[in-house]
Every structure is written in structure tokens, then in C-alpha cells.
């Protein structure tokens, strides 16, 4: 199933520089159109150039973009939780401020799983360590016995073979991942 638009929602406090990044890499990265969802956890003036600056953009590259503004933050769990009222789309990426999108297929990928696997409901990308050389911050988590998550591959080699495949896992960390809204 092709989607017209996938959500992918934000949410910043501060770090005006890394929201900029964080923004670029997205719209560089995603061929299809976005509903983006930016949200401004009660951030000072700069974290509003840079939305007004992706807004702008935006526009130009035939994306939405829906804001939400808090005077003070209120969290990242009642954040978030707040920007998906204004989500439309049935697909909804959340990415941290502080993520770089890296390959452009990303969306389109993560998005081709979850429809080729209606019984999954949350897919999550290998995430990695922006600095050389790149090696995994996570490859999915585990929940050991004593019900403390772990990061799988954590350290481990960018290419590490045990790492590049699809693996099931009980859950996920929330700084990248895609979603069905329902």
C-alpha cells in the first residue's frame, strides 16, 4: 500500500542547531510527502526561527506542517502524546530532535514493513553514533529477566551481521520509529 502522506512529529527543547539538523535531514531524506508535526516544548525564540525556516521549506516541497507551542515543557511523554491530536495521516514517525536522518529511503522502508505486516505495530530503524565510526547505538531492545531494557548491539560494528537483519523485539526505544495512528 503506497501512502499519499506519512506524519512525522518532533518534538524540541532548545538545541536550536540540532532541531535544524535534525529538520534538514528529514526533508532530504523523504521522498514521499509529510505531514510534519513540529512541537515546541516550551524552547526559547530560536527553536521558532528554526520551525518558521521548516515551515517556509515545507511549503515549497509540498509537505503540511501543523505547530503546537508550550510555554513550558510539559515533558516528552505528554508532548508527544499532545502533538498526535493534530496527526492525520495513519502512519506517524516519531523522531528526536537530536536524530539525523541518514538514508533516504527510511520512510518508505519502515512504512513497506508495517504494511507488509499488519500484525506489527510499531517498526524502528538501526540507529548509530553520528561520529566515525559510526558504530550502533540500537538495534531494537530486550527486556531481560529482571526487566531491565537493553540495547541490542550497542558498541557493535555499523555492518555487524547479527544487526542487519529484521529482528522481533518486545520494545523499542522512542527516538525514531514509525507507527500505525490507529
Known amino acids: 500500500m503506497a501512502h499519499d502522506r506519512i506524519a512525522v512529529l518532533t518534538l ?6 540540532y532541531v535544524g539538523a535534525c529538520l534538514d535531514s528529514i526533508m532530504a ?19 521558532a526561527d528554526v520551525f518558521d525556516r521548516t515551515q517556509s521549506r515545507a511549503g515549497t516541497d509540498g509537505h503540511t506542517v501543523r505547530r503546537l507551542r508550550f510555554e513550558e515543557n510539559i515533558g516528552a511523554i505528554c508532548g508527544r502524546n499532545e502533538g498526535m491530536k493534530l496527526v492525520e495521516s495513519e502512519l506517524v514517525a516519531w523522531i528526536d530532535s537530536d536524530c539525523l536522518v541518514r538514508s533516504r529511503g527510511w520512510l518508505t522502508a519502515l512504512a ?3 504494511d507488509a505486516n499488519p500484525d506489527v505495530g510499531i517498526v524502528g530503524p538501526k540507529l548509530v553514533y553520528p561520529w566515525e565510526p559510526h558504530n550502533i547505538q540500537c538495534a531494537g531492545c530486550n527486556i531481560t529477566k529482571s526487566g531491565r531494557v537493553v540495547f541490542r548491539g550497542r558498541g557493535s560494528a555499523i ?12 520494545t523499542l526505544i522512542s527516538a525514531c520509529w514509525l507507527m500505525r495512528t490507529k
Do not use: M, Q, R, W
Open 29 to 47: 531524506n523523504t521522498p514521499v510527502p509529510l505531514e510534519l508535526v513540529l512541537v515546541d516544548n516550551g524552547s526559547g525564540p530560536e527553536i
Open 112 to 114: 513497506g514493513y508495517l
Open 159 to 170: 555492518d555487524a551481521p547479527e544487526f542487519a537483519e529484521e529482528h522481533d523485539c518486545p
Open 12 to 17: 524540541a527543547h532548545e538545541k536550536p542547531e
